[in-house]
């Protein structure tokens, strides 16, 4: 499949690792296409760490990458302030220490009160976040400071399950001011996916994501096909009932879908192809049929996003079963 692509951007947390360790496979791939000489990139919402400290990150992980490579949150939230505010500006910062060294290599000055006049606030996720962080974020924004979110992600993956993420923080602030912020910078906003094509310059760009709320809506504003890897967050039964601007153009289980033919498909396929054929009756999907568990879901697929019946999955054969079971839905 990856054939057709010139250029590869990852997501990071839930595609290459979980936290800190790779997921099994991500290495060998990301280095297969190294191999190849397809050109690679790293798009994340994270904004707790800085481009060179991901780059030596996955560097000690086995995937070799370089600084420039790597397309973070925080350093997207830090060059838009940076084009918006003068040199030297105070900005009040909510999150971890490498998005205030990111605003300082732009020139910008990170402060930690509403007493120091900032003239922006910049929310990105940072472990130690507390109260009194939020509390002097509110205080701002209600003095009149710009609002910016480095991304709204409600959960992140961990090797416990999901966790609260920025998104959770934002919407503490949310909750407290009554309003949206000004400007939401990373993921599902396409400025992450169309800076990595831009680089690349011409060819076909494929954006390889965990979420869909995030990198898979995040490449369909950016105008590129999408794989969704079930390694992170999202899961087969949100993906049926996935709006249509949150619709992946191929899933596969793992990154050997962009290699192995078997490990991928096209969604949505047809009802009724790959021994499948998925129907709905009584206000379920119904599976009848044999063949490979991803055909079963490509069928599914057509008959969820087209009825917008997909909160329920039957199966009608005795091969149904296992292949719903591969797929993460209960009978």
């Known amino acids: 499949m990856v054939d057709g692509y010139t250029l590869v951007v990852f997501d990071l947390d839930g595609v290459i690792y979980l936290i800190d360790r790779p997921i099994p496979g991500a290495v060998e791939a990301v280095g297969r296409l190294h191999a190849e000489g397809r050109s690679v990139a790293y798009a994340t919402n994270n904004a707790s760490r800085r481009s060179s400290e991901v780059a030596a990150l996955l560097t000690g992980m086995g995937v070799p990458a370089r600084p420039e490579e790597v397309l973070t949150s925080a350093a997207a939230t830090a060059e838009l302030l940076r084009d918006r505010l003068p040199a030297g500006a105070p900005v009040l910062v909510v999150g971890a ?101 831009r680089r690349a310059g011409a060819g076909r760009t494929l954006v390889v994501g965990d979420r869909l709320d995030t990198d898979i809506e995040g490449a369909r504003r950016a105008g590129l096909d999408s794989l969704l890897v079930l390694t992170g967050v999202s899961d087969v039964p949100e993906l049926l009932t996935a709006p249509e601007e949150r619709r992946p153009t191929y899933v596969s289980l793992d990154l050997a879908g962009l290699f192995e033919p078997a490990a991928v498909v096209r969604v949505p396929g047809a009802p009724d192809a790959g021994g499948w054929s998925a129907t709905v009756a009584d206000d379920a999907l119904l599976l009848d049929g044999s063949g490979r568990p991803l055909d079963a879901l490509a069928a599914l697929c057509a008959v969820a996003w087209t009825t917008g019946v997909g909160g329920r999955v039957r199966a009608a054969s005795a091969a149904a079963g296992p292949a719903l079971s591969a797929l993460g839905l209960a009978d």
């Open 97 to 197: 220490e490498a998005l205030r060294a990111e605003l300082r290599a732009v020139g910008l000055r990170p402060v930690t009160t509403v007493e120091e006049k900032p003239a922006a606030v910049a929310q990105g996720y940072g472990p130690d976040v507390c109260w009194a962080d939020l509390a002097e974020a509110s205080l701002a924004v209600r003095d009149g400071a710009p609002w910016y979110a480095t991304n709204t992600d409600r959960t992140l993956p961990s090797p416990r399950g999901p966790l609260p993420g920025n998104g959770s923080l934002v919407a503490v602030l949310r909750t407290a001011l009554g309003r949206d912020p000004d400007v939401v910078v990373g993921k599902p906003e396409p400025a992450l996916f169309a800076t990595a094509a």
